[in-house]
């Protein structure tokens, strides 16, 4: 036909070039377009829609989990900033500021909010003043802007969407229960919902979060062997209440200062998405948040009856399972590779001979396996399809992960690994930021990436500076 789209142009390869493959696949597969503004984003329709699923699968973990959302202001007062000295210093060169407002310069800047603790301390210091009022389990979804330098869609914009939790706990150990809890909520999603397996484990010192007491992260590896922080989860202590006069009435009638968590994860999360499942002919996407889990393909559908096959199809499969029809008159052949490109799990293709025969073929996207299903059989087969999909992405992640990770008992082990083999390097440190500081730039950006929780005690000494190791740490380059 005269107005027929062209087939869905090749990519670069992932071998060939990753990062203009990464790039290549925003574009193509109709995630996001650049913006009239340095560093933002527009993220189009089917981008979004994967994020709202996030959203959604994460949101009901929240409120499972006691937690209730709000929102707050955009805009920080510079002296509410300024509270909380460590944090405003390790969000500085990052901070956007609004100095005018219409025609007026404003008496005091405001600071666009790169994140939102001092904003819920000034709100818990109204609101809390009793044990009873405690604990405040709160979570909000929103937008965060912080002035990067060096900008990748969904990785590192200016602007992007995130959820932020921020919790204040009648004891210590509450909080501490919450931070961890969080974090195994986040790690449980990855696995689970994103098939994406990560290491877990504890910020160093140099590493944690502006303001915090301790820093739990979840590190995925993409596929290239390059981590990424695909959450955080922090213990503040009661820093942030003694530095906002947050107290409540204890139950043994005392003044206390009550404790602290905040945790978050972002459009990043989409980033990883690509980079640990895509491959050379676009997005493979995790059944749970893909946009379309089945679309239906009709063959020759200009023949007498098939159009009206695929619509009883959908019409058995659109209420369980997000499912898209394609009629249009673009060719079989334009819309395989179309959906290939957008990740979608199943193909369901049905022709004149498959209605003759009472079947459909059931293609998946992750392998290219083609199965023939009886009609009578398709919404059990879907299902198994997605499961097996998902279980397999999985595994071919996890299988990245093992395989990227090495151990390195020396320094020039160290050095040699990071030289020359992507990925996770295990290696036993002495707990001097002196050491990180000297990794990071003897190998070009290898940075500690966390203290896993269960550690190997793989040497006795530093792989740095050969003085006594205190922990087992996993370094990496990072996005």
Known sequence: MANQKKMVEAITSRDEDFSRWYTDIVKKAELVDYSGVKGCMVIRPYGYAIWENIQRELDARFKATGHENVYMPMFIPESLLQKEKD????????????????????????????????????????????????????????SVVRWEKTTRPFLRTSEFLWQEGHTMHETEEEAREETLRMLKVYEDFYRDVLAIPAVVGKKTEKEKFAGAVETYTIEPMMHNGVALQGGTSHY?????????????????????????????????????????????????????????????????????????????????????????LDDSDNSPGWKFSQYEMKGVPVRVEIGPKDIENGRCILVRRDNREKTVVALENLEEAVAKALQDIHDAMYASALKNLEEKTYTATTHEEFLDT??????????????????????????????????????????????????????????GKQY
Not at 292 to 302: D, E, K, N, R, S
Request: charge should be neutral.
């Open 87 to 142: 944090h405003v210093e390790g969000f500085a060169p990052e901070v956007a500021w609004v100095t005018q407002g219409g025609d007026e310069k404003l008496t005091e800047r405001l600071c666009v909010r790169p994140t939102s603790e001092t904003l819920f301390c000034e709100h818990y210091a109204k609101i809390i003043n009793s044990y009873r009022d405690l604990p405040k389990l709160y979570n909000q979804w929103c």
């Open 418 to 475: 990071a030289k020359n083999k992507p990925g996770f390097i295990k290696a036993m440190w002495c707990g001097e930021t002196a050491c990180e500081e000297q990794l990071k730039e003897e190998t070009g950006g290898v940075k500690s990436r966390c203290i896993p929780f269960v550690e190997e005690h793989i040497a006795d000494t530093c792989v740095c500076c050969g003085k006594p190791a205190k922990y087992q740490v996993f370094w």
């Open 236 to 324: 503040f202590g009661d820093g942030f209440a003694r530095s906002f006069d947050i107290k409540f009435t204890g139950r043994d009638n005392t003044l206390q200062y009550p404790h602290q968590t905040s945790w978050g994860v972002s459009t990043r999360m989409i980033g990883a998405i690509i980079m640990v499942h895509g491959d050379d002919d676009g997005l493979v996407l995790p059944p749970k948040i893909s946009p379309v889990q089945v679309v239906i393909v009709p063959i020759a559908q200009h023949k007498e009856g098939v159009l009206d096959k695929a619509r009883e199809l959908y019409g058995r499969l659109s209420d369980t399972y997000r499912t898209k």
